[in-house]
Each structure stands twice: as C-alpha cells, then as structure tokens.
C-alpha cells in the first residue's frame, strides 16, 4: 500500500478536525441595522399644514381646534357643515370636492338649519393593478410601505385622482375609511351612489330608519336578492329617507357582501337629534375627531370622535392587484376566494394602522372632561377594545340609548361585527374614570389586533393623549422616556428586517446575529462525510485496479509468514 | 401512434389560433370604421347646444332618454338642484360670472370642468393654424362592450389632426357617473401642467378648444377617475405623422404588463360523440390564448411534447448501434 495515501488521510482528518475546533469556539458577530440605511419618514406628514390645527372660522362655519398631527382639512368642515353649494368658490377648491357633493338646501321646519341633504359617493378603488407599470396605484399607505388592494366609498370629487399629476398617491379625498355621514333626524336625505367603479355595488343603510322601497327610486334596502338589482359601473341610483330616530349607525355596500364589505364599502352613519341650528359636518372625511360637533353632542360633551374598527384579508386585496382584467377579479373574488379558510391581516382605526393612527386618531384630551367615543366595529370578527387608564360608560348599543340607571363602566369593549357602541368617556382622576395624565394606549387587546400582518407593532392601536403628554407636531411626547418611535416610521421596519429591540442597549444584545464566518456543524459534518466517502471511494478504487499487486505482496507475505513456520517443523 | 394523433391537433391548434387571431384584427378596424361615422353623424347635431363655453341649463344637455334607464333619476336630482338655486338666489345664468376661476380653469356647479382650454395662443413651432377641426368624442361603459376586459371606454380610441390644428373636442358622457377627457404632455407654456382637461357628469355634453403644436407627436388621452384608464377608458390623439405609441390603450396598443388566462371548466351543453369534444376542448384551449404571453406558453409546452415524443427516437439510434 502506497505511503502518500495514508499521509494525505492523516493530513484530512488533522485538517477537519481543526476547523470543527475553531468554529466553536466564537459564534456570530451582531449586525447591526444603521438607522441611515432605513428608508425614514417624518413622524407627523409635512404635507398638512400646521394651521390646519388651530381652532377657526371658514365661511361662517367654526371649526374646532384639533392638535393632532394630521388634522382634518378646515376647508372639508366648512364645506361638510354649510354645503358645497353654499360655501365660496375659494373654500371649495381648498376640498377639491365636486361642487355637487354636498347640496344643502330647504329649511322644511324653520328651525334654521337645511333639511334637504344631498350627498354624493363615488366608489373609487385603492392600491390596484395597472397594464401600464408593474406596482399599484393610487397608492394608499395604512403603514409606512403597507399598500392592501381597497375599495371606498368616497365624497363626489374634482379632478384627479392622484394627490397630482406627477404622484401616484392617492387624492386626499380617496381614502380608507369610507366617510361618515351626519344627518338630523326628520331631514330627507338622498345618498346618491354614482358607481364609478367597475363592479356593481349598492348601498345599505344598516340601522338607519329608511324604507323599503321609494316610490320613485324603488327598492332601497341595497340588497340584491331583496330589493333592487345591482347597480352597474356607470350608473347612478339614489338612497332617500327620513330618519325618525337618531343613533350611531352603518352603511354598506350589500353586494358581494362577505367581499365587498372587507375591501372598505363600509363606513359609519349618524343620526343626530333634530335642534334649532343645527348645522352638521356632514361628512367626517376619516373619520376621527369631530371638529363641529352636532348641537345635542355639544349640550352634553366637550369633544367628539367617530372610532372606526376595520379588519382586512391581505388575500382579498392582493386579487386586485393580481389581475387588472375585471373579468379575472370577479372570478377570483366571487367564485375562487373561500372566506372560510381567510385570515385578516390588517387591522385599521379610522383607515390606518398603527404608526399612522398616531398621526390622526388620537383621543386628544385634558383632565376633567366629558367626551363622546363612537365605535364601530366593520371587521369580520369581534373586537375587544381596551382603554388603558380608563373606564368608560357605555351610554347607546347599536344607536339605541342604553336605560341610563342601568348603563355600565368597563374597560374592554366587546363589538360585534356591525355593531356600534357609544362610550362617554370622563377625564376624571378618581382611579376609576381615569388614572391621570398620561398616553394611554387604546387598543384591541385580541392579541392579533395590535398586528400588521401578524407582526407588531402594528394593527388599529393608539392612544388617549393628555395634552401634557402631546408634542408640538402633535404626535405623543414620550422622548423623556428614552422612546423613540422613529423606527415604526420605516418601511423596513413592516418588511420585517429591522430588528426591534437592537437598539435596547448599546451593544445590540437582541440585535441580528450576523452570518457564521467557519463552517455551521451540519455543513462540518456534510463535508466530512464526503470527504470519508470520497475516501473510502479512493481505497476501494486502489484495491481493485492493483488488486494483482495486493494479492500477490498478501501472498508473498502469507509465504513470508509460512515459510518460518515451515522451517521451524 | 397516440402521440402522432395529439401532436396533429396540436398543430391544427396552432393553425386554428393563427386565423382567429387575423379575424379578429379585422373585426377592430371594420367596427371602428362604424365608430367613426356614427361620431361624425352626431357632431353636427350637437354644435348648436355646445360652443366653447357650457350650457348652463341643468337639464341633460345631450338627450339620451331612450338609452338610459337611470334618467329619471337624473331627472328628480336636477330638481333639488333646481330648490338650491330658488332658495339660497345664487344666479347662475352666467357661468362665466360665478364660476370663471381662471382663464385656465372654468367649472360651473355640477363639476362641469374645462381646463387648459386655448382658443388663440398659438404654439412657437406654428406659423398659423393649419385648419379647424371639431371631433366628438362620446364616454361612456357601453363603448367597453367591443372590448372584452374593460368596463370603460371613449367610442374611439385613437384621432388624427394635422400640425398646427385647432381641435374643438365635444366630449359627451352618456353614464350618470363623472368621466374624463385628459390630455397629456402638451407644452407647458401654453397649457399648465401640460395638460388640457374636460370633466362632466353625465349624461351631458362639455367642449374645449385646444390648438396642437406644430410637430409631429402622440398625447396621451384618458379618464384619471381612479381605474378608468387601467379598465379600458384610454386613447390617443395623433398629431401629423405621432409620435411613440401609447401603451395599453385596448384594441390599439399592447399593455405593458399582462393578465394570466387559463381555461375554466365551465358546464356546458355536451356534445353527442365523445371523440369530437375531446378534440373541441384541446382547439378551444389552443384558441384561447389571446395574449402574448399564453401564446408563447403554448408554443413552450407544444415543443416540449415533441421534445419528449423525440426522446426515444434519439435513444434508440445508438441501442441499434450497439445491437448491430
Ligand atoms: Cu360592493
Ligand atoms: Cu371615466
């Protein structure tokens, strides 16, 4: 056997075994992410002007100062409360509203205030396919890069649909969630659905007091095994009715319900009760803080905010995003997606995901002060919503008054799919009402609902802020607490490679480990065994091509052994 | 000799998708010929109702009432439009009056829009104006019909006007919805933004004037209302020889990025010989490819039958060999 094959065995195993050696002995250095490699945005959007806060009048209309980062346009109140028709032509091309949308006419009772409301929705689609790039437009974030394929109900508007012709976001005025509608009782109102949308939809007008059918416009309980057929891309169709009682109610598109309705055809409707003057923010485009509030909320609360809870299935939205053939989105939408087997993935307060929910839906409040909370829970499933630091009353279920003797505190609250709660929420310090001052997180305490897309931070949380504890720009005030929310505010962070706790302490103890620069034991192992396979494929190979020369040195040996014997007998 | 057989259809598949695909080019031009001569037809008659500026009258400036069944609707909401005038006294018998914001930007109280309209600049490429055109163009979800896919569309989908033309467009939507007619990419020094733009809800008619630069090129034309481009509602107008061509505009040009089709088992009346529909279904599905992509697919997957019928072709050259 030749010497140099043993010398190379021994030279492998020497070899291997320093390698396994140096291995264990040190694991990964941590990576860590530096903040410039993050694609960062400012916290509050400096697209909105910080005027937009400050209490005003516009055209006549007050307007209630809102401190949050992303106030409501002052021009969409002014045009809300006195009606596109009514409002100057400067006002109204501050909305970029249709100078339709909103018509306000006829005070029937002489009360001093418009009994006859017009209101005009589109059905405009977010986040879609398009032949002409691969990506989706108009684009609306729920989170920093989160972009779900939605449909909305949205206010009649003007112009383009991107915020302008060089951007692929959308108008502001396209937006999830679908608007909330405020109307008096005994007003006669007509929601004028103009289906620009290339799907039949319609709308129902879930727990508001409207008739069956209307005399001229027919059928008008949206429901396309009921009472009218679908309303096709192109078409209009009005909703008309007088409501006789007031409460917090719901719209929605009825067709396609188990679809329609999880890609945003739903949005918050109130009824208010008839007063002298009472001028309402007909629409509250986003929801959120209620800047003119309605003449019975102000008897009796000191603010007001409309709390919208949606859930969607990432599934469902990418369909639309998947294909641009109408055609195709049918076939996947009514007859391929099983909702049965669905998840939601994304949970929304007011349209957003938290950090966005910090930028506008924020309870913004001082100690001592009553403030009237409206939910409504639009997602698939049941909710618990919790407010930290605070019990709550519930005052209405469903838009119905709750006996007042019998009204009770909690702070989780249960909401059904569909269903509304009306909380009065008192910024008193007794350690019940309230703890104190503070930012306190209101959120859905399913574990899932403070997710996006099933990784937190995320989902429909935010806050009730005191005003001690809300920064200039109108965002929490947290930084003497050594918090920094900048990182949420990062597309990186919702693609899951920034790791969240790297920056903890300052050598990134729960930081990335970074690759292992020798060899991992399963590659160690994988690679000896080829190179004992390899081996042992070397000998074989040696043993039969000389397998004349061994057989003869063996028998030479053999011999060699023997013949002593031999010679000793 | 199974093989032989479904290569033979495949084949006559390929040949079967061939002439469909020419007859059907044919079809596009024959209709959009029709097209062109309904608009004419119409254009005279509308040119006393719409000039360069809107008719103010808040009834349906285009009568539609045969085609359209929403215009009672139309009908009552006009009248409470009607109320708001009588009760809050806004005059709006000139709209230019109320309603003038700009020179570039008139719009009268139902949204009725014309934007970056130029009635006498004429463009620095331009000596004079070379002639004096008037094009009717109609929007509306019935003109999606011809094309399978789409759920908007204008009537044609692509216009030629000479260098230096004055263009008066009358652009009639027959939904009850907004549509509009956007033009892109103009010069900037007579049009803002580069664009020219008309707005209404329909049905009802607006017209705006525009004179074209003296180059040869191709504007882009659409309805930005969110998907109404992306589901068909898109065209060109060509300027003297164009320019580049628009993608996806439907029937016209092709889209950039493409759909997956596939064949769906769909019930369907059966046929009486077993034989017959096995073959129908195998052309059916060789017909059906109608976008690049699937065409190519198929070729792909025909090739590779061959392929793998060759196979045992090619291993039995050698075997002889060595048998031999
Ligand atoms: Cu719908
Ligand atoms: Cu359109």
Redesign the pocket.
């Known amino acids: 056997m030749p010497v140099h094959i043993f010398f190379s065995l021994l030279t492998f195993c020497m070899m291997s075994a320093a390698v396994t050696a140096q291995a264990s002995l040190k694991l990964p250095e941590t990576v860590k992410v530096d903040p410039a490699a993050l694609t960062g945005e400012p916290m509050c959007d400096p697209i909105i002007s910080a005027a937009w806060r400050e209490a005003q009048e516009i055209d006549g209309v007050k307007i209630e100062a809102s401190p949050g980062c992303s106030p409501d346009n002052p021009a969409w109140i002014a045009a809300a409360v006195k009606g596109t028709n009514n409002i100057s032509m400067d006002t109204l091309m501050k909305t970029g509203l249709s100078p339709d949308a909103i018509i306000k006419t006829d005070d029937l009772d002489g009360d001093g205030d418009p009994d006859r409301i017009i209101i005009k929705l589109e059905?405009m689609e977010l986040n879609g396919k398009t032949p002409d790039f691969p990506g989706v437009l108009p684009t609306f974030d729920i989170a920093p890069g989160i972009q779900p394929g939605a449909?909305v109900f949205a206010p009649k508007m003007s112009g383009m649909s991107t915020e302008n012709f060089e951007s692929i976001r959308a108008n502001p005025l396209l937006r999830l969630p679908s608007p909330v509608i405020r109307v008096e009782v005994g007003d006669i109102v007509q929601i004028v659905l103009e289906n620009t949308?290339y799907?039949?939809?319609?709308i129902h007008l879930h727990g508001v007091d409207h008739p069956f059918s209307h005399g001229e416009h027919g059928g008008q309980d949206g429901v396309p095994q009921t009472s009218e057929v679908e309303l096709m891309p192109g078409e209009r169709r009005i909703y008309q009715f007088q409501a006789r009682q007031p409460g917090t109610m719901f719209y929605h598109?009825?067709?396609?319900?188990h679809t329609?309705l999880a890609?945003g055809?739903a949005g918050m409707i109130i009824v208010e009760e008839n007063r002298p003057n009472n001028w309402l923010q007909t629409l509250n485009i986003g929801a959120g803080h209620v800047r003119h509030p309605s003449v019975a909320v102000r008897e009796q609360f000191d603010q007001e905010y409309d709390l919208h809870y949606h859930a969607m299935d990432k599934q469902l939205g990418e369909i639309i995003q998947k294909h641009n053939d109408p055609r195709l989105i049918a076939r996947d939408m009514n007859r391929r997606y099983d909702i049965t087997d669905s998840t939601e993935d994304y949970f929304t307060l007011n349209g957003l995901s938290f950090p966005y929910t910090l930028r506008e839906s924020l309870i913004i409040v001082e100690p001592d002060q009553k403030i009237k909370l409206r939910l409504l829970n639009s997602g698939g499933e049941q909710i618990a919503v919790h407010t930290h630091g605070h019990h709550a009353t519930i005052t209405h279920y469903d838009g119905v008054e709750h006996n007042p003797m019998a009204q009770i505190m909690r702070d989780v609250f249960d909401i059904a799919p569909a269903q509304r709660l009306d909380l009065k929420l008192e910024t008193v310090n007794d350690g019940k009402h309230s703890y104190g001052e503070g930012d306190w997180l209101i959120h859905d305490h399913r574990e899932k609902g403070i997710t996006t897309d099933g990784m937190a931070e995320g989902g429909s949380m935010s806050s009730i802020v005191y005003t001690s504890y809300l920064g200039k720009d109108g965002m929490p005030k947290v930084s003497h607490f050594g918090i920094d929310l900048n990182k949420y505010f990062t597309k990186e962070y919702f693609e899951r490679r920034l790791p969240i706790w790297q920056d903890l302490d300052e050598w990134a103890s729960l930081g990335s480990p970074g690759e292992r620069t020798g060899l991992d034991t399963a590659t160690q192992n994988l690679l000896l065994n080829v190179l004992y396979g390899l081996l042992a494929g070397l000998l074989i190979y040696l043993i039969f091509s000389r397998w004349g020369q061994i057989k003869q040195s063996a028998t030479a040996a053999i011999a060699r052994l023997k013949s002593p014997k031999g010679s000793n007998q | 000799m199974a093989k032989t057989t479904t290569i033979i259809f495949l084949l006559a598949g390929i040949l079967a998708f061939n002439t469909h695909a020419t007859a059907q080019q044919q079809d596009k031009s024959s209709e959009q010929e029709k097209q062109d001569h309904s608009g004419h037809d119409m254009d005279q008659d509308k040119h006393d109702h719409s000039g360069h500026s809107i008719s103010t009258k808040t009834g349906p400036a285009v009568d539609h009432a045969g085609e359209h069944s929403a215009d009672d609707d139309h009908g009552h909401d006009h009248d409470i439009d009607h109320s708001t005038h009588d009760t809050h006294a806004m005059d709006h018998g000139d709209m230019h009056h109320h309603h003038h914001m700009d020179d570039d930007h008139i719009m009268d109280h139902e949204g009725t829009m014309i934007m970056g309209q130029n009635l006498d600049k004429l463009p620095s490429s331009c000596q004079s104006i070379s002639e004096e055109v008037e094009i009717t163009v109609r929007a509306g979800r019935k003109y999606s019909a011809k094309f399978p896919g789409t759920a908007f569309a204008f009537d044609q989908q692509q216009w030629h006007v000479k260098p230096c033309s004055k263009v008066t467009w009358h652009f009639i939507n027959e939904d009850s919805i907004r549509h509009q007619f956007m033009m892109h990419g103009l010069p900037k020094y007579l049009y803002k933004y580069g664009m020219f733009h008309l707005e209404v809800t329909g049905p009802k008619t607006v017209s705006g004037t525009i004179i074209v630069p003296g180059s040869d090129d191709t504007y882009l034309v659409h309805c930005d209302i969110s998907h109404h481009m992306e589901k068909g509602m898109k065209a060109q107008l060509v300027v003297g020889k164009g320019g580049k061509d628009i993608p996806s505009i439907p029937g016209l040009t092709p889209y950039n990025v493409t759909d997956r089709y596939e064949a769906e088992d769909l019930p369907k009346v059966s046929n009486k010989s077993s034989d017959k529909t096995e073959k129908d279904l195998l052309t059916l599905e060789m017909t059906n490819f109608s976008d690049p992509d699937l065409k190519n697919y198929g070729i792909m997957l025909i090739s590779a039958l061959i392929g793998l019928f060759l196979i045992p072709l090619f291993k039995k050259i050698p075997l002889h060999k060595k048998n031999d």
């Open positions: 059905i449909w949308h799907f039949p939809h319609s598109c009825h067709v396609q319900t329609h890609m055809l």
